[in-house]
């Protein structure tokens, strides 16, 4: 499966191009809800909410113990959705 240019915005793309891109971002879809994606990396870890409008992404414990929550609207580009999510809190 070929996604669609990085500029898209992500409500252009299918459901199965975005759980594939999360997938290749490393992300790990969970079992029991599954517009729920968690993703650890060397210094931060985060939940990513597929919701109705937006993209939410909480980093667990990224602020003095405190998570840290931020939403993105589908209308942005995929990369600047990557640049935004995965550069971590």
């Not at 669609?4 to 299918?14: F, K, R, V």
């Amino acid at each position: 499966m070929t996604l669609p240019s990085a500029d898209t915005p992500l409500y252009n793309h299918t459901l199965p191009d975005i759980e594939l891109w999360l997938k290749q971002q490393g992300c790990q879809q969970n079992s029991s809800e599954l517009n729920r994606w968690e993703i650890a990396k060397a210094s931060w870890s985060a939940d990513l909410l597929l919701e109705t409008d937006s993209l939410v992404v909480r980093y667990l414990e990224a602020s003095d113990g405190e998570d840290i929550q931020r939403g993105f609207k589908y209308s942005l580009s995929r990369q600047d959705l990557e640049d935004a999510i995965f550069a971590g809190p």
